[in-house]
């Protein structure tokens, strides 16, 4: 077996850890791979362009960037953060676990392109959020935890997804398992992967919700130290 | 009955026009990126029926812009376009339009959520508003084209604004739009060269196949290792699964079918978190959030997976030889 396509692999990996840019190294890497493995140069553009038309299905979010563009320069950002600020007793952690259950609920009935970092972490959930973590510890954030919050708000979109998604029959992945053993010729009940997906997806509610807790615990903790007397 | 493909040519033609402003402003490299983009975006279709007609040659050519689009991308950027309107602006803005601005921000998740959900109704006979095989991504589109509608007629912006905005944060993006598209195709061209049965055959023959836990453990990290090599934990599941989790789980000691395929592929879903090869999830967002680094998504997030996968793991163990 050759397995000098691996090399495609090292070039990955070399690629960023010395932070090339990453489209680049990506197409280096396919370009290595492809050569590695006795590929004719002609072959591998082919390949390379028809693969690439084939993805794109991964480019659609594009086309939220018009409508996420034009009503953040009417102040969709700057409403999302008023909004937060005049409900009483909320906080960070209410916010970011209350969202984590939808999108979980959500991407457990099918509804995974309902939300996501462009159509609703930027415009809504990341400003909310900066704006519950100031409002309850009555701090303006500083530039590292204003950076901390927002990627945790992002971080709370992909636990949200991935761990909902597996949960319900008629999507991807389930569907995926099921094809893949009957081809081998062991036949699967689909609500069965299902069901023994659903203690995974109880678990990442658990834990990410606690590491929710864990950051808003810390950024209370900055505030009182910042405000105590010295 | 509406396409995928007419999403495309949607997305074709902002391309196009982005790649336009930039040309008026004299911006070359970052114009070229988008024109080619664009290409795809509009010809695709016609490029790859072509191909599998036996022509070859456009898709080649396509093959040059993926090259291009590679070197164009490493190219020091530009600064990306001033914010437009200042602060105070949008302040005053916001106090004018108040609670209508969430409306049109949540008509993409409320019309996409009714057309998704409605798309069984939606057909005469056997003509379907939707191609029913994307019908969810074909929602979307259309839900961004009523938020626009929505948008523009809340905030009273021409309707050339809307456009000149999108571009603005598209370039704000640049690259990083690119990447999840680019990945995609590494991963096929990954799958076509075989890197995936080398993987698998390697692993295979370093792990004592006769230790249960081991051969958990090798299924398990061999899912998360994969996932975070390929960025796709989609693509790591029938490669490492047909590897490690059917011949030496399944086959050699017994182990439930059902619970292996569910927790293999959400032990692979903690490698997705992990990696900057999933750059839909973990890079795009730090671009879009205008994280200091591009790895803070990543930061963010590794604690929950790492946590998660050792409980995956543990569950395996436990439940998949009852």
Not at chain 1, 144 to 165: H, I, K, P, W, Y
Request: hydrophobic share 55%; aromatic share 8%.
């Amino acid at each position: 077996m050759n397995h000098w396509p691996l090399i495609g692999v090292a070039v990955v990996v070399l690629g960023f850890v010395l932070r090339l840019n990453p489209v680049l190294v990506v197409v280096t890497a396919g370009l290595s791979s492809g050569i590695a493995a006795g590929k004719s140069f002609a072959d591998l553009l082919t390949l390379l362009g028809t693969a690439f038309i084939s993805n794109r299905g991964l480019f659609l979010f594009v086309l939220t960037l018009p409508v996420i563009g034009l009503l953040e320069r009417y102040g969709l950002r700057e409403q999302a953060r008023r909004f937060i600020e005049r409900i009483r007793g909320l906080n960070l952690a209410m916010l970011l676990i209350s969202y984590l259950g939808i999108r979980q609920v959500l991407s457990m009935l099918g509804l995974l392109h309902v939300a996501g970092h462009a159509q609703t972490v930027r415009p809504l959930v990341a400003p909310m959020s900066e704006a519950a973590a100031s409002k309850m510890r009555d701090q303006e954030l500083s530039a590292d935890e204003r950076n901390q919050v927002r990627a945790m708000a992002s971080a709370t979109d992909n636990v949200g997804l991935f761990f909902g998604e597996d949960v319900f029959i008629a999507f991807g992945a389930v569907l995926l398992i099921h094809g893949f053993f009957r081809e081998d010729g062991i036949e699967l009940d689909p609500t069965r992967i299902a069901l023994w997906a659903l203690p995974t997806a109880i678990l990442a509610f658990i834990i990410h919700s606690i590491r929710i807790l864990l950051l808003q615990a810390r950024l209370k903790a900055a505030a009182e130290k910042s405000n105590a007397p010295s | 009955m509406l396409r995928l493909e007419h999403v495309f040519i949607a997305i074709g033609i902002f391309l196009a026009f982005s790649a336009w402003l930039n040309l008026r402003e004299r911006r070359y490299p970052m114009s070229l990126f988008w024109a080619i983009l664009a290409c795809a975006f509009l010809f695709g279709r016609r490029i790859n029926e072509l191909a599998a007609a036996g022509e070859q040659l456009p898709a080649q050519l396509m093959g040059v812009g993926v090259i291009a689009l590679g070197v164009l991308a490493s190219l020091r950027r530009t600064a990306a376009p001033a914010e437009s309107g200042t602060a105070a602006e949008r302040e005053a803005s916001a106090s004018q339009l108040g609670g209508s601005l969430f409306t049109a921000a949540l008509m993409i998740p409320l019309a996409t959520l009714v057309l998704v959900l409605g798309e069984r109704w939606m057909h005469w006979g056997s003509l379907h508003a939707f191609d029913p095989r994307d019908h969810k991504l074909i929602a979307l589109g259309l839900a961004c084209a009523i938020a626009l509608a929505v948008a523009s007629w809340i905030t009273r912006a021409r309707p050339q604004q809307s456009v000149v905005e999108g571009r603005r944060l598209l370039d704000t993006l640049s690259w990083a739009v690119l990447l999840p598209m680019v990945l995609a195709t590494l991963g096929t061209v990954f799958t076509v060269t075989g890197v995936g049965d080398s993987i698998s055959v390697l692993m295979g023959s370093v792990i004592p196949v006769d230790n249960r836990l081991a051969c958990v453990l090798a299924y398990g990290l061999g899912m998360v290792l994969f996932t975070v090599v390929m960025g796709n934990a989609f693509a790591a599941f029938p490669v490492i699964t047909a590897g490690i989790g059917l011949p030496f789980l399944v086959l050699e000691h017994g182990a439930n079918p059902a619970i292996v395929g569910a927790l293999g592929m959400l032990t692979g879903y903690c490698g997705t978190l992990l990696t900057p090869m999933a750059a839909n999830f973990n890079i795009v967002p730090a671009v879009l959030l205008e994280l200091r680094d591009q790895h803070d998504v990543i930061r963010a997030q590794w604690p929950t997976a790492l946590i998660l996968m050792a409980c995956n793991l543990a569950l395996m163990y436990w439940l998949v030889f009852r």
